[in-house]
């Protein structure tokens, strides 16, 4: 086994807990907190249910035919520890350093280790994987098998690469993307430049990956899509669905593929890659620095990396942005974290070859990365993707305790997921479950609608739905925001003030947190009635 010769200055048992520390204590604040949003509206309730019932299958949820990898994950560690939301959250921070400690390894392997420790904390102080970090979902177990897949495709370890693809995939069926991408990728160049492939950097390639025209590299790379296939097949012998219910295929699959929506949701995906939640600054920075000839050390340029390495890194994010522009009904960031690394890899690579301070550019880009954690960008997004997630989640905690304590016995007019987090207690909202009339959002017409309804509920739980920056980027451009409502969900909820008016209630709780606000309305009609019964 080839072993690369800055692993034994950095072993994994000193890095692995290393990193998961540094989670840990970065975390602290947050590790207490219910669970936010898809946590409680499908992972938590599927991986409770496997806890409870040993069903891969929910019972609680409609299944969405999601691989349960890391549903089994969370209910092991239930069954050791506990359910709480901190036993939940310290596992999914040990999953996050596993991927960090695959960083780690792959940019020290293609680079070496100050490129490597340069991409942990770039990785690491990313908002959207910082907030991802300790959330039960699973796209950071999706990218820390992805990763690892990775490593061992360069170093040509093809059952460990079998094995990494297979695990990713059975975290997250659109992990299936990476070593599709790559077997891909070696087929093209096998047939466009197979003499060159094969002759180029000769020296390097043998100490980094494989060579072009092996016949045996198909094979690792199917192997995944066997495991992914099982699973599909044991659940449409189990539900009679093979891609999950058919409004979670509808919403992520048949309603995406529609020409003007790909295109404007590419355009998306590319900015999720390059510029978005403060990721500009690094790539930017490294478009600058390409025009910068390479630094000398002892007369010799610093290396770059293999050029054949940097094409199938940009193979794979390549085919993530058009995959993920044409599937998945929310263009969710999160969904892109497997290739969040390799841009990282890629880029801090680039400024240490061509950057004499490189590290101080580094630092400035870490440096807004953690301010991203905190401070919330002047366009929309999606609140999952920094602490804006904990402002959610504490808004609704005393919202909700106030339902409790005022109104128990009441029924309550809401939207998901506020109605999941009052009707399952095991979310860690509320202390007993409340009756609920659901409704799909706090738009006039849904409002106007339940109005006439006002019979079958006694007060209103309203909250933001979607965050509203104060000057929205395209804010004046009528065309964009038509296309954001008809392909992407989009839609304005009105303000607590409004939404008692429409509803013929007294607002009697409001608060307001980071640019996210709820309110409780009162109907005093329907209380009147119930107190002279």
Not at 117 to 146: E, G, K, M, R
Not at 354 to 371: C, D, L, M, S
Not at 398 to 409: C, G, N, V
Not at 502 to 522: C, H, K, N, S
Request: hydrophobic share 50%; with cysteine; proline share 5%.
């Amino acid at each position: 086994m080839i072993e690369h010769r800055g692993s034994r200055r950095f072993p994994t048992a000193v890095l692995l807990p290393l990193f998961y520390l540094a989670l840990i204590g970065v975390h602290i604040p947050v590790l207490h907190l219910p669970y936010f949003w898809d946590e409680a509206g499908y992972y938590v309730p599927a991986a409770r249910d496997l806890l409870l019932s040993r069903s891969l299958i929910p019972h609680s949820t409609v299944s969405n035919a999601h691989p349960p990898l890391v549903m089994a994950y969370l209910a092991l560690a239930w069954k050791l520890a506990g359910f709480t939301p901190m036993v939940t959250r310290t596992a999914m921070l040990g999953i996050a350093a596993f991927a960090l400690l695959g960083v780690f390894r792959l940019a020290q392997w293609v680079a070496n280790t100050e490129v490597a420790l340069a991409s942990v904390l770039c990785t690491a102080a990313y908002p959207v994987f910082f907030a991802q970090s300790s959330l039960a979902q699973l796209d950071v177990a999706s990218a820390a098998f992805t990763i690892w897949g990775l490593l061992a495709y360069v170093r040509d370890r093809r059952v460990a690469t079998a094995v990494w693809f297979s695990m990713a995939v059975l975290s997250k069926e659109t992990a299936i993307i990476a070593p599709m991408a790559l077997l891909l990728f070696e087929v093209a160049a096998r047939l466009l430049r197979p003499e060159q492939s094969r002759r180029a950097s000769a020296r390097e390639f043998r100490r980094t990956t494989r060579a072009v025209g092996d016949r045996r590299l198909a094979y690792e790379l199917l192997l995944p899509i066997v495991s992914l296939a099982i699973w599909y097949g044991y659940h449409w012998q189990r539900t009679g669905f093979v891609f999950g219910n058919p409004e979670f295929f509808r919403y992520n699959v048949q309603a995406t593929l529609n020409p003007l929506r790909i295109v404007l949701a590419l355009g998306l995906r590319l900015w999720q890659l390059s510029g978005y939640m403060g990721m500009y600054l690094l790539t930017l920075s490294t478009v600058m620095a390409m025009s910068l000839p390479p630094i000398l050390d002892a007369d010799k340029e610093r290396k770059r990396i293999a050029v054949y390495i940097q094409l199938s890194f940009f193979a794979i994010m390549v085919a993530y942005a058009v995959i993920m522009a044409m599937i998945g009904g929310a263009v969710l960031a999160r969904y892109l974290l497997p290739v969040i690394p390799l841009v990282m890899i890629i880029c801090v690579s680039t400024l240490r070859r061509r950057v004499r301070y490189w590290r101080v550019v580094v630092g400035i880009v870490v440096a807004a990365f953690i301010a991203g954690w905190f401070v919330n960008p002047s366009y929309g997004f999606s609140p999952e993707d920094n602490l804006a997630y904990r402002d959610y989640i504490e808004l609704h905690q005393r919202a909700e305790s106030f339902l409790q304590a005022h109104y128990a016995s009441s029924r309550v007019l809401t939207a998901w997921p506020a109605s999941d987090e009052l009707n399952r207690p095991f979310l860690g909202y509320v202390a007993h479950p409340m009756h609920v009339f659901r409704i799909d959002d706090f738009t006039i017409e849904q409002l106007t609608a339940a109005a006439d309804l006002r019979s079958q509920f006694h007060v209103a739980l309203v909250f933001s739905t979607k965050y509203e920056p104060v000057r929205r980027w395209f804010g004046r451009w009528r065309r964009w925001e038509q296309w954001n409502m008809r392909f992407f969900g989009y839609h304005r909820d009105v303000a607590p003030e409004v939404a008692a008016q429409i509803l013929g209630g007294d607002l009697v709780y409001r608060e307001q947190r980071g640019g996210q606000w709820v309110g409780i309305i009162e109907i005093p009609q329907v209380q009147e009635a119930r107190l002279n019964r």
